[in-house]
Structures are given as structure tokens and as C-alpha cells.
């Protein structure tokens, strides 16, 4: 609980006045002011968060907690609960979804075992296992309070220590059977919403299966009955080790102050853990895409950001990672590469209005 707290307390909003020097710039490059869009927000934020107006990322990785959940039992995934195990080895060799997207954009990827139902002989795993799955949220708690605090703790670790060896781009992936069930019910008490509305089919459950889906999870937090201002009760009992352990990478990206990528419905659990924890968090998080499970929507409003891309994709992983790098290391290009108006010897702006919407 110690490094928990004391990331909690070193956690600062985003450097106004950086800020200010970074829209300086942006406004006098040889474009109408706007005219980029997004990428001259993302390349704003990136200098709220560092500090320096121009910034350059020396090395990207996508963390990847991966956790068993005891709610599998129920019948609430179609697919068997051997799988986790499987792609979590898998995501090693480069051949699943995240595995080629990052090594098609020159990113890492970072393995961690917190809670999965096998051993691995694998030395690109990082074995941080905390317990073999979580216990059936559908009878009782997932976790103690102490599991679920080690996992945040995990994943605090994980960040500072991938800062110190030099990386400063992130993003957030996880594997685990039955894990859309357990981020529904996260997002559901969170969010003081009707389990139902934010409930997604997951990994192609039936008509009957969903049904039983839903049910289970509207179960599950009446008898758990989480205290939805206290995000480790609630992770506690209907969360698992990944959702825990990507909360732990977000707060631990503001604390170092670095960019953080959320990716899919799972990451936007986590994500919402943070900011409930500490809501400056949320000033070194970049969505990446809009995913396709409907809590997913509703994080992302309340985070009050904007996801860069809708491309109907529900895969998880982190998937979506390696794509928002990209878009950011092109809006960081830009504010770094392009030339000002002066700079272009461009003397007659006048036709370069501002054309930024709430204009």
C-alpha cells in the first residue's frame, strides 16, 4: 500500500504553462490555425505532460496483464479457460494481433503473468503472479483487498521500472477468459449504472449465453454489494488481476509523467479505476479507438477524451496500441518538423484564419 500511496500523492495536473508555449507554436506553423485537428491537440497534451514543447519518443511498449477469472465457471465466456494461458504465451512470439501491429510500427511488447491458471517456461513472460485466477465473483469476492492492492502495485512497478530503461510511449493490453465480464461490472458500480446498459457480447456468446451474461454479473454485484467510492472494493470484488494491474499502469504513467494508450473495454475499466483515484491520471491518457462494447462509451465520456479512431474492433489485447502511437508520433512530428509562417517566409497570413471549432 506504500508505493500505491505514494504514487497517489505524486501525481500532478498537466504543465499549464508548457501548454501555452506548445498552442504558441502550433498557431504560427504554415497552416490555418486548426487545420489539423487532433493531431495539434495530441501534440499540446504531449507538452502538459512533459514539460517541453518539442518532444520526441525514444521507445514504445504495450503492457500486457494477463489474469484467469473464477467468474469462467459460470458459463459467461465461449471460449475455454485454457485459451489464457495459450495467448499469453503466444503474445511472445509475435504472430497474434498485437504481436504483428507492433512490429509493424517498431513497438514493444511487455508480458505479465498476474494471475493466470498455468506456469510458464518462458523467459518473455514477467512472472508476477499473484494467485491462480481469481476466485468465482458470481459466490463471493474475486480477490482480497491485498491481492488487489499488489496487483495496482504490479503494474506501478512495471511503468517505473520500463521508464527507468528508458521507454516513454505506453500502452495497455491485457489477456484473460471472462475479462468483459468483470470490466461490465467495474464499470457498472462505477458508473452507478444498470449492469445491462454496459454488458457486451464479448468473445461471440449466443442469444442464451449473454442472457445468462447479464444475469450473472447483475448477481454477482448484489451480492458483493462494492462500495462504488472505494475503487479497491470494487476492483476487489468484481474485478480481476489484469483490470487492477492496468490501473496500476496508468497511475504509474502520470506519476512518471509519460503518455499512456488506452485500448480496449478492459483498458477503459482500468482507466476509470485511475481517474476515480486520482483524476489528474486522466491528463497522460490517449484512447485509441472506440471499442465496440458499450462501457467502453461511457468511460470515455466521463474521461472527457476523444478516441482517435472507430474501426469496430473488439479484439483487446492492446491491439489498438500500436496504431495510436503512430498517430502520435505524426502529431509530434509535426510540431517538431514544421515550419512557421516565418520560418516558411510566409509574410501575408490573412487567409490563414482560425478555423478550430469552438471558434
Known amino acids: 500500500m506504500k508505493l500505491l500511496d505514494k504514487t497517489l500523492k505524486n501525481i500532478y495536473p ?3 504553462e508548457a501548454i501555452r508555449s506548445a498552442w504558441q507554436r502550433m498557431d504560427k506553423l504554415s497552416k490555418p490555425i ?7 491537440e495530441i501534440a499540446v497534451k504531449m507538452a502538459g505532460i512533459t514539460g517541453k514543447v518539442k518532444n520526441n519518443i525514444n521507445k514504445k511498449t504495450t503492457v500486457v496483464m494477463c489474469g484467469d477469472n473464477g467468474v469462467w465457471e459460470e458459463g459467461v465466456s ?42 510458464f517456461n518462458n523467459p518473455k513472460i514477467i512472472n508476477k503472479k499473484i494467485a491462480y485466477g481469481t476466485k468465482n465473483m458470481a459466490k463471493g469476492p ?4 491485498d491481492e488487489t492492492i499488489k496487483a495496482i502495485e504490479t503494474g506501478i512497478e512495471t511503468i517505473d521500472k520500463l521508464v527507468n530503461d528508458g521507454y516513454n510511449l505506453f500502452g495497455t493490453g491485457e489477456a484473460g477468459m471472462c475479462n468483459t465480464a468483470t470490466s461490465a461490472a467495474v464499470i457498472s458500480v462505477l458508473a452507478d449504472m444498470d449492469s ?11 442469444e442464451k449465453q449473454f442472457r445468462n451474461k447479464k444475469t450473472v454479473i447483475k448477481n454477482a454485484i448484489k451480492l458483493n454489494n462494492p462500495n462504488r467510492n472505494d475503487v479497491i472494493d470494487v476492483l476487489s470484488k468484481v474485478g480481476g488481476f489484469d483490470i487492477a494491474g492496468l490501473c496500476g499502469c496508468f497511475l504509474g504513467a502520470a506519476k512518471n509523467r509519460v503518455p499512456i494508450v488506452i485500448d ?3 483498458a477503459c475499466a482500468a482507466a476509470l479505476c485511475a481517474y476515480r483515484m486520482n483524476s489528474y491520471s486522466k491528463d497522460f491518457m490517449f484512447p485509441s479507438h472506440l471499442p465496440v462494447e458499450p462501457g467502453a462509451e461511457y468511460v470515455i465520456k466521463e474521461l472527457e477524451l476523444i478516441p482517435n479512431l472507430n474501426l469496430e474492433m473488439r479484439l483487446g489485447e492492446g491491439t489498438g496500441c500500436p496504431l495510436e502511437f503512430l498517430i502520435i508520433e505524426s502529431a509530434l512530428n509535426i510540431m517538431n518538423n514544421m515550419y512557421t509562417m516565418e520560418e516558411a517566409s510566409i509574410h501575408n497570413n490573412e487567409f490563414f484564419v482560425d478555423i478550430r471549432k469552438d471558434k
Open 14 to 16: 498537466s504543465d499549464k
Open 34 to 40: 486548426g487545420s489539423l485537428g487532433q493531431l495539434e
Open 78 to 119: 465461449a471460449c475455454p479457460l485454457e485459451l489464457t494461458a495459450l495467448i499469453t504465451d503466444n503474445y511472445t512470439k509475435g504472430f497474434t494481433g498485437i504481436g504483428v501491429l507492433s512490429k509493424y510500427t517498431n513497438s514493444e511488447i511487455c508480458v505479465v503473468d498476474l494471475g493466470v491458471k498455468a506456469d
Open 142 to 145: 474475486a480477490m482480497t483487498r
Open 196 to 206: 445491462d446498459l454496459v454488458v457486451g457480447k464479448g468473445s461471440g456468446l449466443t
Open 264 to 266: 480496449g473495454v478492459i
